[in-house]
């Protein structure tokens, strides 16, 4: 019966193989000394047959071997997946860079999709909305005071007109009509923010009804009025009435310009104002001294007057304004 090869689990190196021993190992003597375990194993050995020892002594070098070439391997492996995941995650960024790089460019047709979507989803401001929004913090209220006729409140002041006026600098000059502070003792304004100050009149030119206030003192945040210029104005032209009508407001009204360099004549007869912008913005007793709005915000002219032929003084749909370029020769302003 032929048997396999038995290979030994011991740890040997190949100097102690049975080969050796059966070579170079003297014969014992039969009345000698007990063997040790070191010559019983080299005896042992030799009784295994000589292939079976040849094998054993290859053995053990190809065991170290092969574990070298595995560290190796795996080595090779780790190095191979570090390498690997570095591309991808190059990769990764330079996908995603140049996605995103191509995302931002935006296309016309980008550009008139989202504007017709904010068209459609959202209510925007009016043009008459914005357009007083840019004048309102620079209007006033312009008060007329007078003495009360009452001899009993002779120290008493009264009320005896309200209009309008607009910031013009940013030292608080302020533009109105000059029939609004004409027969007043003593004029008190008052400006968005709720502050009060008395004001004197520092010019006027009765020829345009135009007078020029100075207030003595004024909030921190005023802001004046931009001034624009009436030259570019045309009939059909949207404009923005912004006052005091009866003392209430500041109000807005919304007209368009229904005509350019029109003349007016006062109730009495006395005046006549010339180069007038008629408009049909409603505007009443207190609009007067008030701005004349254009669609950019921009002052234009300042409301003068309105006509009714009868003595009801109320709006009909025909009003006037002194032109921004006049009324700027009045208080010392550069033609525009």
């Known amino acids: 019966m032929k048997r396999d090869a038995v290979f030994s689990k011991s740890r040997r190196s190949v100097g102690n193989g049975s080969l050796a021993s059966k070579t170079n190992q003297p014969a014992l003597d039969p009345a000698g000394p007990v063997p040790t375990s070191a010559t019983a194993t080299a005896s042992k050995s030799s009784a295994l047959p000589y292939s079976a020892t040849v094998a054993t002594a290859a053995a053990v070098p190809q065991k170290s071997g092969f574990f070298a070439f595995k560290k190796l391997t795996i080595r090779s492996d780790w190095a191979a997946m570090f390498l690997l995941g570095v591309l991808a995650s190059l990769w990764g960024i330079g996908f995603f860079s140049n996605d995103f790089e191509r995302r931002q460019v935006l296309t016309q047709k980008d550009i008139d999709a989202a504007v017709l979507h904010t068209l459609n989803s959202k209510e925007l401001p009016s043009p008459s909305s914005k357009a007083a929004a840019a004048v309102q913090g620079a209007v006033v209220r312009v008060v007329a005071l007078a003495e009360d006729e009452d001899p009993k409140n002779k120290d008493t002041e009264i009320e005896s007109g309200v209009g309008t006026g607009v910031v013009i600098k940013d030292d608080g000059t302020i533009l109105t009509n000059l029939h609004v502070v004409a027969s007043a003792k003593?004029?008190?304004?008052?400006?968005?923010?709720?502050?009060?100050?008395?004001?004197?009149?520092?010019?006027?030119?009765?020829?345009?009804?135009?007078?020029?206030?100075?207030?003595?003192?004024?909030?921190?945040?005023?802001?004046?009025?931009?001034?624009?210029?009436?030259?570019?104005?045309?009939?059909?032209?949207?404009?923005?009435?912004?006052?005091?009508?009866?003392?209430?407001?500041?109000?807005?009204?919304?007209?368009?310009?229904?005509?350019?360099?029109?003349?007016?004549?006062?109730?009495?007869?006395?005046?006549?104002?010339?180069?007038?912008?008629?408009?049909?913005?409603?505007?009443?007793?207190?609009?007067?001294?008030?701005?004349?709005?254009?669609?950019?915000?921009?002052?234009?002219g300042i409301v003068t007057a309105i006509l009714n032929p009868t003595s009801a003084r109320t709006f009909i749909g025909i009003g006037f304004a002194t032109t921004i370029e006049s009324a700027g020769n009045a208080v010392g302003l550069p033609p525009f």
């Open 186 to 300: 003593k004029l008190r304004v008052i400006f968005f923010d709720g502050t009060e100050a008395e004001a004197m009149v520092i010019a006027a030119q009765p020829e345009k009804d135009l007078a020029v206030l100075k207030p003595q003192k004024i909030p921190d945040d005023l802001e004046a009025a931009v001034l624009g210029s009436s030259q570019q104005l045309l009939p059909g032209d949207m404009v923005v009435a912004v006052g005091f009508p009866y003392g209430i407001g500041p109000s807005v009204s919304t007209g368009v310009v229904s005509g350019l360099n029109r003349h007016f004549k006062s109730p009495d007869g006395q005046q006549m104002l010339k180069g007038l912008i008629q408009f049909d913005a409603a505007a009443n007793p207190g609009n007067s001294g008030g701005p004349l709005v254009n669609a950019s915000g921009e002052v234009v």
